[in-house]
């Protein structure tokens, strides 16, 4: 578990985080999301120890010589070396195994080849950040830090990340602490969301709490929908075989309900965030 409690840092005369308290528990993925400058960064490295706090503090409960680790912004790898050595220079430098089968084993777990010898600077991003998580895994920390995992990564990136991520933490049961500014790609991950805003926690609880009070429209698709009568009094936006609805989390499930007493089914259900109304929120 990583908890960190009413954390405050300044950068001069700039508040970069005011009185900020967030937790993470064993097997928990949950999730930061900011804009650009909300403190995100910041509050990751005062967590990993590598920037001091002015006040407030953090506490991490876990096994493993190091019981936390992670990636700030991009991976720090040596370019020119290929994966195995990558892995060994920092296995080195931290004081854990560095063995062939611990470097292979820290390979096959995030989902690298065995076999490529070539240096990383051949590799895409998606790659790269796999790389940087075994190198935040080989002192087997007990919680993880992803500061921007996804950004720069194309869907396929994302998807295959996302599975590492969740095998990580159903599975050696890690708690997962992961920032991003793009709320959708948090949205299906996270258990639990902290949003925060000019360095402080503007809202926290769970994710599907939270994005239900920031939806403003959802599309539904599925055949024959612009046939339906009673959905006129919504002022729907048609488009092919789906529509866009304003409505609120509970009014699209009773639509949803109604539509398939009509025989009507739905092929899928996709929220459109207000991210303004995220970040203006101000219960805690
Ligand atoms: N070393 C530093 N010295 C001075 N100001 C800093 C320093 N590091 C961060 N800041 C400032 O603190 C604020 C928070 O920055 P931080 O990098 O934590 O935000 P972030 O949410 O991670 O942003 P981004 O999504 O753009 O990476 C910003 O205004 C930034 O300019």
Do not use: W
Request: a positive charge; charged letters at 15%.
């Amino acid at each position: 578990m990583i908890s960190g409690h009413n954390i405050s840092k300044n950068y001069g005369k700039l508040q970069a985080l005011q009185n900020v308290s967030i937790a993470c528990n064993s097997g928990e993925i949950c999730g930061l999301v900011g804009a650009n400058g909300a403190g995100k960064s910041t509050l990751f490295k005062i967590l990993l120890g590598l920037v001091s706090a002015d006040s407030g503090s953090v506490t991490i409960h876990g096994d493993g010589a190091k019981k936390i680790g992670g990636i700030i912004e991009k991976p720090a790898l040596y370019s020119y070396l290929n994966a195995r050595e990558n892995l060994k220079v920092f296995a080195k430098m931290q004081n854990a195994a560095s063995d062939s089968s611990t470097i292979e084993a820290a390979l096959l777990q995030v989902g690298l080849s065995l076999d490529r010898k070539d240096p990383i600077r051949n590799y895409s991003m998606g790659m790269k950040q796999r790389l940087g998580i075994a190198v935040a895994l080989l002192n087997k920390p007990s919680c993880l830090l992803l500061d921007e995992p996804f950004s720069g990564l194309d869907p396929v990136g994302i998807q295959a990340l996302r599975k590492l991520i969740v095998s990580l933490a159903k599975d050696h049961g890690m708690a997962i602490l992961i920032s991003s500014h793009i709320v959708e790609v948090l949205s299906t991950l996270c258990t639990k969301l902290f949003v925060i805003h000019n360095g402080e926690i503007l809202q926290h609880g769970s994710t599907q709490d939270i994005l239900n009070k920031c939806v403003k429209s959802y599309t539904l698709c599925g055949n024959e929908l612009e046939t339906v009568s009673f959905l006129k009094k919504y002022g729907v936006a048609a488009h092919s075989n789906c529509i866009t609805i304003p409505a609120s989390a509970t009014e699209i499930s009773d639509i949803i309900f109604k539509l398939s007493e009509q025989g009507i089914a739905i092929t899928s259900c996709t929220p459109a965030l207000d991210v303004e109304q995220l970040f203006k929120a101000t219960s805690v």
